[in-house]
């Protein structure tokens, strides 16, 4: 089993930035797909953007350019840095860990066995 507690969401403005953290914990594997979700109130669940061990990326093409996703192998820690934010970017956040080794680490559900309880960002016009 694998923990992840998420961390670092909040209010801000429109245009502003916020950094989120997902610490994992338990049996935590080397060589995995992690990555970030969210669901906004009355919509379906969406993926944001994944990353592998090697620390290769994939986006969603609403946030690329404005999020970047990155990990710190050696803390078991993930990250997802937003600036540019938008009143549609207001949603639940969850943290997502595959089980081993994915050849296509890309924000699909399927991708994941684990997932964080969220955090929640609220982005104001």
């Known amino acids: 089993q694998v923990r992840l507690v998420e961390s670092g969401g909040g209010s801000v403005q429109s245009g502003g930035s916020l950094r989120l953290s997902c610490a994992a914990s338990?049996?935590?594997?080397?060589?995995?797909?992690m990555g970030w979700f969210r669901r906004a109130p009355g919509q379906a669940r969406e993926g944001v953007a994944a990353?592998?061990?090697?620390?290769?990326?994939t986006y969603a093409d609403f946030v690329k350019g404005r999020f970047t996703i990155s990990r710190d192998n050696a803390k078991n820690t993930l990250y997802l840095e937003m600036n540019s934010l938008k009143p549609e970017d207001t949603a639940m956040y969850y943290c997502?860990?595959?089980?081993?080794?994915?050849?296509?680490?890309?924000?699909?559900?399927?991708?994941?066995?684990?997932w964080g309880q969220g955090t929640q960002v609220t982005v104001s016009s």
């Open positions: 990353i592998n061990t090697a620390g290769r990326t």
């Open positions: 338990g049996n935590t594997v080397t060589n995995n797909c």
């Open positions: 997502v860990t595959s089980w081993g080794w994915i050849d296509a680490c890309t924000p699909r559900e399927t991708n994941f066995n684990f």
